[in-house]
């Protein structure tokens, strides 16, 4: 399974949002800047995150997008979800042969375990010097 820039994307906004939580609406062009990305872009991505009700935006002068629940409350698979569609990595699973189906089956339970068990909460406050949630990784 592969996520797009709009995965990873949309993603960083949410962090940043979880980052600002309570503190009032964040412009999305101090993500962009902060972030070296396009606005035009981040505002194509934060409208299905409106839409879906995981973000809500503040007009005029002050204005911004804040979230519309704690970042404890909002899972990563939220996100990826709304922008991504359904986690899966192989489409057709149904029709695949029994062993392959079985394997097809573990790979898209395992990742949406770890999404959906990682909140907002965890990424905002994730520091390089400790691994999250205990995993290791190895090349």
Same mark, same amino acid.
């Given at each position: 399974?592969?996520?797009?820039?709009?995965?990873? #994307?949309?993603?960083?906004? /949410?962090?940043?949002?979880?980052?600002?939580?309570?503190? *009032?609406?964040?412009?999305?062009?101090?993500?962009?800047?902060?972030?070296?990305?396009? =606005?035009? #872009?981040?505002?194509?991505?934060? +409208?299905?995150?409106?839409? +879906?009700?995981? $973000?809500?935006?503040?007009? *005029?002068? #002050? *204005?911004? #997008? /804040?979230?519309?629940?704690?970042?404890?409350?909002?899972?990563?698979?939220?996100?990826?979800? $709304?922008?991504?569609?359904?986690?899966?990595?192989? =489409?057709?699973? =149904? @029709? @695949? =042969? +029994?062993?392959?189906?079985?394997?097809?089956?573990?790979?898209?339970?395992? $990742?949406?375990?770890?999404?959906?068990? !990682?909140?907002?909460?965890?990424?905002? !406050?994730? !520091?390089?010097?400790?691994?999250? @949630?205990?995993? /290791?990784?190895?090349?």
């Amino acid at each position: 399974m592969k996520i797009s820039t709009k995965g990873r #994307y949309g993603l960083t906004i /949410m962090i940043e949002l979880a980052k600002h939580y309570g503190q *009032g609406p964040l412009p999305l062009r101090q993500i962009a800047a902060d972030k070296n990305l396009s =606005e035009a #872009y981040l505002e194509q991505l934060v +409208s299905p995150l409106r839409n +879906s009700g995981l $973000v809500k935006s503040v007009r *005029g002068a #002050y *204005g911004g #997008y /804040m979230l519309a629940h704690p970042p404890a409350d909002i899972s990563a698979a939220d996100v990826i979800r $709304v922008l991504e569609g359904p986690i899966q990595p192989v =489409e057709g699973i =149904e @029709e @695949e =042969e +029994s062993p392959q189906r079985e394997l097809w089956i573990r790979i898209r339970d395992a $990742v949406k375990n770890v999404l959906d068990t !990682t909140s907002l909460e965890d990424l905002a !406050t994730h !520091t390089d010097a400790e691994p999250l @949630e205990g995993y /290791m990784f190895y090349i």
